[in-house]
Nanobody, 121 residues
Framework: QVQLVESGGGLVQAGGSLRLSCAAS????????MGWFRQAPGKERERVAA????????YYADSVKGRFTISRDNAKNTVYLQMNSLKPEDTAVYYC??????????????WGQGTQVTVSS
């Protein structure tokens, strides 16, 4: 089992920045790929960014490319999402997820409880 706890959400004005953190516990972080997802009211959940265990491969949704950066510190069992140039359409609940299998696409096995990000215009 992997427990994931997100933090860092909040209210920010358009153009501002936030940094989300996701702390993992419960088992080794080794070989666990990580992702950030978001879900806005009335919309489907969207994969925002993902990163392999070693950090050599990343994925970004087109909607956040050039604005968001995913990173991880395996020594701290933590993954981050730096969000810059935020837009009102980035408003959503952001979830951290862990994938205990190769690659960044497909089923994610563990999920955090989510953190709200609200961007005002």
């Amino acid at each position: 089992q992997v427990q994931l706890v997100e933090s860092g959400g909040g209210l920010v004005q358009a153009g501002g920045s936030l940094r989300l953190s996701c702390a993992a516990s419960g088992r080794t972080f080794t070989n666990v790929n990580m992702g950030w997802f978001r879900q806005a009211p009335g919309k489907e959940r969207e994969r925002v960014a993902a990163i392999t265990w070693g950090g050599l491969s990343t994925y970004y949704a087109d909607s956040v490319k050039g604005r968001f950066t995913i990173s991880r510190d395996n020594a701290k069992n933590t993954v981050y999402l730096q969000m810059n140039s935020l837009k009102p359409e980035d408003t959503a609940v952001y979830y951290c997820a862990a994938r205990n299998r190769p690659g960044l696409v497909g089923l994610y096995d563990y999920w955090g409880q989510g953190t709200q990000v609200t961007v005002s215009s």
